[in-house]
């Protein structure tokens, strides 16, 4: 496993792409790096001129996973003017929407269509295509919990995970109200994303006296239910982690919260983005770009995603919905202060109902 932290990140996007591939990581000597060189020099001298074909599979249409589409797709386009080569992926997007017959289906189709490398987005998305091929390269984005989705140990099979600190966007609740008794889990049972994150809330309560109410749903109509259920039940706020149901579902919810006094804190800049009080954890567009370069570095640089340690994140961004901070009677300034001992920056956010 490999971590980057934003500060890494932006560094390296400093540093042109050319240099993708070129250097191999604790280089002792000249000669070596030379060899490094030499050797990147001739991969990207193969890679001129040729046409990669790129699937790029999406879980379910929502603001997360949406950015890292946006963000692969920009970051391949400028991947290929560095390396003279085609990145080929308009005509081998697909969108499951969340349907697991429809997975297979585009799995076994970009299979038979011999595609060069899959991007397959959220982990039920990577767990369908590497069933299906032992083959193609397949670089996954956005996979929570990578061993425990049993996506480590296969020669074909890398990528980026958006793992949670779940402790941190838990203090940052107790820091905006230190009164808080009662927290709210709003998340999908099916979705694995949850599992880690769920159980990490549920200790963090135990051991900081809270009560928890955990409500469920694996459609909209039932997430919508869930929410009611704990607004009824007067939570003093509400923590999701990087679930996708919930995602899809948060702006037919996020109202309802606000309204009734009820902070929705979850895992990723995006919930806020669709109206929760706050989204905290990974960037999904610096996510996009280390996902979109990983697949460079295996078709341009000669590397085999068994070469490549899956890639962790900093959790150190907190968003704030400006819109929401006010109905909630909160003061700016007041969460800005109150959150920043606890996070790298705190980023402010107006609702969006399409990204």
């Known amino acids: 496993m490999k971590k ?23 280089a002792s000597s000249a000669a070596s790096s030379a060899a490094a060189s030499s050797a990147a020099g001739s991969a990207a001298a193969s890679a001129a001129g040729t046409v ?17 589409v946006a963000s692969v797709e920009s970051e391949l386009d400028a991947l290929a003017k560095t390396n003279g080569c085609t990145f080929s992926y308009a005509d081998y997007y697909s969108n499951a929407q969340a349907d697991q ?14 595609v060069d490398a899959i991007v397959a987005i959220a982990t039920p998305t990577a767990k369908v295509i590497a069933a299906q091929t032992e083959e193609i390269p397949i670089i996954y984005a956005a996979v929570s919990d990578p061993e425990g989705a049993g996506l480590t140990g296969i020669p074909n099979v890398t990528g980026t995970s958006d793992a949670l600190d779940t402790d941190s966007i838990l203090k940052l609740i107790l820091a905006a109200n230190p009164k808080t008794k009662t927290l709210g889990l709003l998340y999908d049972l099916s979705q694995d994303a949850s599992t880690a994150p769920v159980a990490a809330a549920k200790k963090f309560c135990e051991e900081n006296g809270l009560t928890c109410i955990e409500k469920n749903g694996t459609t909209t ?18 923590f999701t982690p990087t679930d996708n149901t919930i995602m ?24 806020a983005l ?6 905290y954890g990974v960037d999904y567009v610096q996510l996009g770009v280390a996902t979109a370069d990983m697949v460079g570095e295996v078709l341009c640089g000669g590397k085999a995603p068994a070469d490549l340690p899956f890639e ?11 819109e929401v901070c006010e109905q909630l009677g909160y003061q700016l300034d007041d969460i800005k202060a109150a959150f920043t001992p606890y996070c790298t920056s705190v980023a402010e956010i107006k609702t969006q109902e399409a990204f």
């Open 52 to 68: 990669y074909k790129v699937g790029i599979v999406n879980y379910v249409d929502d603001a997360s996973l949406n950015q890292i």
């Open 101 to 114: 017959t429809t997975l297979n289906q585009i799995a076994a189709d970009l299979v038979a269509d011999q």
């Open 4 to 26: 980057i932290t934003r500060r890494n990140f932006l560094k390296a996007s400093a540093v042109s792409a050319a240099a993708l591939g070129l250097t191999a990581c604790g």
């Open 274 to 279: 669709n109206g929760a009080f706050c989204g």
């Open 221 to 238: 109509t039932e997430v919508q239910q869930a929410a009611e259920a704990l607004i009824a039940a007067k939570v003093d706020a509400v």
């Open 248 to 271: 899809t579902a948060e702006l037919s919810i996020y109202d309802k919260f606000a309204a009734a006094g009820i902070p929705h804190y979850a895992g990723a800049d995006s919930f």
């Open 312 to 322: 962790t994140f900093d959790n150190g961004i907190a968003t704030v919905n400006t």
